[in-house]
């Protein structure tokens, strides 16, 4: 069947990327934890990171995929080198890498596994925040400046820049590939999670270059869970990214999109919610609580649907409010309201929703906040002013999928 | 590598600082000076003369220009400086967290362009 090949075609092809993304941030880690300047690691290493993955689905990845990528990036260096006989410090640099690359035997066990380094280097408090995610999401996974520039909503020009400007502050400042002390571990640590997290949101929602980012943000997780069996936080990220993932099938049915509460639970992928609830098991018996296994435990208890046939909110709810006494956030007070509304009623969930909204003018343009007021004032019977919150909730989505549900639910309230 | 951790304060609260502040403050620059040099990472440190004692110089078509009072006038001044040799910026972090001044002030560490 042409249509089963074309599956495994992309499949090898995804493959591939994978393979080719690992060892290529291997490589950067490894060269940048030697010489702190990650971009000229990443030039080094740019044009046969670029020819493996167009090379790659065609022959099948190499036994050794990271001899492969070094002596492509060797033989490029030599050209290089060739080329730019003047003696600068670009040229001093890369030369000192060519170096270094000389030295190391690819698969030889001194390559050493320099990734999570790296991510610390990149999630560095001395870095600003909202660069953790891209700056790691280009560094040890390969994504160029015009795709994590997409995801994260900003101009190329601008990301390239930014993402620039960062591992200047990286090499200049002197902030280490290393990883962090014991005492200071906790919230280095956080600020990585946050920065996968960051990088997983952006792949949940968009249908291009989502599953992609998702994927990887999961596999950096299991990265970083594997190195620090003991951090409760990072099994429960991975627990909260699997529940999520889990359920990507059925979000869409047709194109359109499918709330959590209308989702077939037979299209829930049952391998993934068992690892995430192994997880979230392990996490459990550490005994430190923290907001990913919270989250984790909400959506394991939606999780639990599948077995049980309907959602159990008291839970939820109680989850809910423990989460906002920890996290000061408006989706975390929103999906709380909602919670409210299943448990005690449609009235109480707005009035929940009255009680954020004073005193937060950012939720003005904040879609999901008026999508759950919309959907709480329809149950309620106030169809009008349903009608005009759903209104408020489409002009503020940007997924085309989501939108036409919201439009197909606003039809539905018999206002007009 | 070198950086520069630079004391920024509020000069009004330290004019109103009592007697037994301002001993304790010693106190602690005493001690922190101290822990710096046994473990070897202090290059040099100066306590500076309040802002309003500053001048600007500044040299435009050949003519000099000579002004009072410090280059930015801002809430936090300049107090004074260590220059510390450490292994990488979150050495640099942790001195600049122990400085008595940060308890109040601002710190900025800015890494020595090395020649």
Same mark, same amino acid.
């Given at each position: 069947m042409p249509g089963l090949n074309n599956q495994d075609g992309d499949d090898s092809r995804a493959t591939a990327a994978v393979v080719a993304r690992q060892s290529y941030g291997r490589l950067v880690a490894f060269l940048s934890a030697r010489t702190r300047d990650v971009a000229a690691a990443e030039d080094a290493l740019s044009e046969a990171f670029a020819a493996a993955l167009t090379v790659w689905p065609e022959t099948g990845i190499p036994l050794k995929p990271e001899a492969w990528l070094l002596t492509v990036a060797k033989r490029k260096q030599i050209d290089q080198n060739r080329r730019q006989a003047s003696d600068d410090g670009a040229h001093l640099q890369l030369g000192m890498i060519a170096e270094i690359m000389a030295q190391a035997r690819p698969n030889d066990p001194a390559i050493s596994d320099e990734r999570l380094a790296l991510m610390f280097a990149c999630a560095h408090?001395?870095? =600003?925040q909202r660069l953790h995610a891209p700056l790691i999401l280009q560094t040890v996974l390969g994504f160029d400046a015009a795709t994590i520039a997409s995801a994260f909503l900003v101009s190329p020009a601008t990301m390239a820049q930014r993402l620039v400007r960062a591992k200047a502050k990286i090499k200049l400042a002197g902030i280490s590939l290393r990883l962090p002390d014991r005492d200071e571990l906790p919230l280095r640590l956080d600020g990585v999670l946050q920065a996968i997290y960051a990088a997983y949101a952006r792949g949940w929602s968009d249908p291009g270059g989502g599953p992609e980012l998702a994927t990887e943000a999961i596999w950096l997780c299991s990265l970083v869970a594997d190195f620090f069996p003991k951090s409760a936080e990072a099994l429960g990220l991975l627990a909260l990214m699997l529940h999520g993932e889990a359920r990507r099938p059925a979000r869409r049915s047709g194109g359109v999109y499918v709330p959590l509460s209308e989702q =077939? #639970? %037979?299209?829930?992928q049952s391998d993934m919610i068992e690892q995430a609830e192994e997880h979230l098991w392990r996490a459990g018996r550490l005994g430190t609580i923290g907001r990913f296994q919270i989250e984790a435990a909400i959506q394991s208890v939606h999780a639990a649907r599948r077995n049980t %046939? *309907? #959602?159990d909110w008291a839970a939820i709810l109680q989850f809910y409010d423990v989460l906002a006494t920890m996290v000061a956030s408006p989706v975390v007070a929103v999906n709380r309201a909602v919670a409210i509304g299943e448990v005690h009623g449609s009235s109480h969930g707005l009035a929940a929703l009255d009680q954020i909204a *004073? %005193?937060?003018?950012?939720?003005? =343009?904040y879609q999901p906040y008026w999508a759950a007021r919309a959907e709480l004032l329809a149950r309620d019977g106030r169809d009008a002013e349903a009608a005009d919150a759903f209104d408020r909730a489409i002009g503020l989505e940007c997924d085309p999928a989501l939108r036409s549900y919201l439009r197909a639910r606003r039809t539905r309230c018999p206002c007009d | 590598m070198q950086y520069l951790l630079m004391i920024y304060g509020n000069e009004a609260d330290s004019k109103t600082a009592s007697k037994e502040d301002n001993e304790r403050m010693y106190a602690a620059y005493g001690a922190y000076t101290q822990a710096m040099k046994a473990a070897g990472v202090m290059v040099g440190a100066d306590r500076l003369q309040p802002s309003a004692t500053a001048s600007t110089v500044r040299v435009r078509k050949d003519k000099t220009e000579v002004l009072d009072g410090p280059y930015a006038e801002t809430k936090e001044q300049l107090a004074g400086y260590y220059l510390v040799e450490v292994p990488d910026l979150d050495a640099a972090l942790v001195w600049a967290a122990r400085c008595p001044g940060a308890q109040h002030g601002t710190i900025e560490v800015r890494p020595v362009w090395s020649m």
């Open positions: 408090p001395a870095i =600003d =077939d #639970t %037979g299209a829930w %046939g *309907r #959602t *004073r %005193g937060n003018k950012s939720l003005a =343009d | -």
